[in-house]
């Protein structure tokens, strides 16, 4: 089992790309807290992954909230006695071109996608600093590196933000063994997406991605397999960035 013996905490986790990485790291042996303000979904998950032979705990979470994040990593060391990976998985897609945009909308984007991230990563460190060393994985998107025309500016300019948090952390906590990664999913069949034809019609592959595809690359960055990877970025997106 590549998780064997690691604690992983991932934001989100109540459905989606979120609850797919959540079953496929229980299945290979960690110990999982998923987080999300969906609680009805997120018990479901929790359920469904424990059924199913995992261990897996469901916390509300708003990545918004500084004290619910200090309040899901201490959930997760209370029960698990460690953090050893965590996943920023939460985010919101919104549509509109840049004069449809309300300043609410943009606030609102980068608080979930951008200050969710920081704040989990703030939350995490001092843990995994406990623990002597650490995996944050943050998930960007591909329109982090080239967003396609119809994509929303705040939703483009959020995830390129997170892009280069996720360098920042890297380079100032190599030396702890403390590493951060970002993955950038391609259209991606979650309830995200919005226009599946539009999606398929910018993807060399000729298909969107599938959850599993996205989360198998999550779990990489979050083995020891990928010891020496930090700072780094991981496109999943069927090629659309590389046009």
């Not at 359920?47 to 200090?70: H, K, M, P, Q, Y």
């Not at 609102?108 to 001092?126: E, H, S, Y």
């Not at 190599?174 to 259209?187: D, K, Q, T, Y």
């Not at 034809?197 to 298909?207: K, M, N, S, W």
Request: charged share 25%.
């Amino acid at each position: 089992m590549r998780l064997q013996g690691k604690v992983a905490l991932i934001s989100g986790g109540a459905r989606g790309i979120g609850a797919v990485e959540a079953h496929l790291f229980a299945r290979e042996g960690a110990k999982v807290v998923i987080g999300d303000v969906l609680e009805e979904e997120g018990r479901k998950t929790e359920a469904a992954v424990n059924e199913a032979g995992g261990e897996c705990i469901f916390v509300r979470l708003d990545v918004t909230s500084e004290d619910d994040w200090a309040a899901a990593v201490a959930t997760t060391v209370s029960r698990f006695g460690k953090l050893d990976v965590l996943v920023n998985n939460a985010g919101i897609s919104i549509t509109g071109g840049i004069e449809d945009l309300t300043v609410e909308d943009w606030e609102r984007t980068f608080d979930i996608n951008a200050k969710g991230v920081f704040l989990g990563t703030k939350a995490a460190i001092p843990e995994m600093r406990n623990a002597g060393s650490g995996s944050i994985i943050n998930i960007s998107s591909g329109a982090g590196i080239a967003p396609a025309p119809g994509t929303s500016g705040a939703y483009a300019a959020s995830k390129g933000a997170v892009r280069i948090f996720t360098k920042s952390t890297a380079i100032q906590y190599a030396r702890e063994n403390i590493r951060c990664n970002s993955v950038h999913p391609g259209p991606v069949e979650t309830p995200m997406l919005r226009s599946l034809d539009e999606a398929v019609d910018r993807v060399p592959l000729g298909r969107i991605g599938r959850p599993e595809e996205i989360a198998y690359g999550v779990l990489y960055l979050a083995t020891d397999e990928s010891s020496f990877v930090t700072g780094s970025e991981l496109v999943i997106d069927g090629g659309r960035t590389a046009q």
